[in-house]
């Protein structure tokens, strides 16, 4: 009985991880479909304007997306054995940044597509609150790179599991500099991100079921 108990709540923490991840990858796709982000400090608010609906969609996902990312990582890989917990435990620690990136990026881009008590911004604060979506995303995804080799290390996925990690990790590093690379690889590291979650859900569930068989 016990036994079924945790692989019940193995699932359930590797379904919110991969709901988790789906929707952050949701979150990254819809701001890479924002139009290029303009040089010139006169041209941001009609930026902000025309990329409002996926702004408000991208906002909207974040912050789903980081309680089921936190619950689920947390329910998978927060109580393991000791000799693996240094390596689990920068993993946590990476993908803690990396949430906590998402919780800057939600209010940011939050305020800049909400008008607060009507309160109108200049473009030069909507200059640096574009800026600042950009460096959460920047961090955000830095963190989730160190999480990939870290997490995706510590599992019985074997070299499968650590090259997934490996790519993934890469491809999260370059795409951390959004305003250097083109909008179809921002859209693939989005894609990445959730399926890395995903992959990252199910062979958490799966460690689980070949511990509790020990």
């Excluded at 796709?29 to 408000?56: H, M």
Aim: hydrophobic share 60%; charged share 10%; glycine share 12%.
């Amino acid at each position: 009985m016990m036994r079924k108990a945790r692989m019940h709540a193995a699932q359930m923490h590797g379904v919110l991880t991969a709901v988790g991840a789906l929707l952050t990858g949701g979150a990254l796709l819809f701001l890479s479909l924002v139009p290029d982000v303009p040089s010139e400090v006169s041209e941001i608010t009609a930026w902000v304007d025309s990329g409002k609906s996926l702004l408000s969609l991208s906002d909207e996902l974040l912050f789903f997306a980081i309680v089921c990312w936190g619950a689920g990582a947390r329910g998978l890989f927060g109580a393991q054995k000791v000799e693996r917990s240094a390596r689990i435990n920068v993993g946590l620690t990476a993908l803690a940044v990396a949430l906590v990136a998402l919780v800057v990026l939600l209010l940011v881009v939050g305020r800049l597509v909400y008008p607060v008590f009507g309160i109108h911004l200049s473009p030069e604060v909507l200059a640096l609150l574009v800026s600042s979506t950009f460096g959460a995303v920047h961090l955000a995804l830095l963190g989730f790179a160190v999480a990939a080799v870290a997490l995706s290390w510590s599992t019985r996925s074997g070299l499968l599991g650590r090259i997934v990690g490996i790519v993934a990790a890469v491809v999260f590093i370059v795409g951390s500099f959004p305003w250097l690379i083109p909008s179809w690889w921002n859209a693939l590291v989005a894609v990445l991100l959730a399926a890395w979650g995903v992959f990252l859900g199910v062979i958490g569930v799966a460690q689980h079921g070949n511990e509790g068989g020990v």
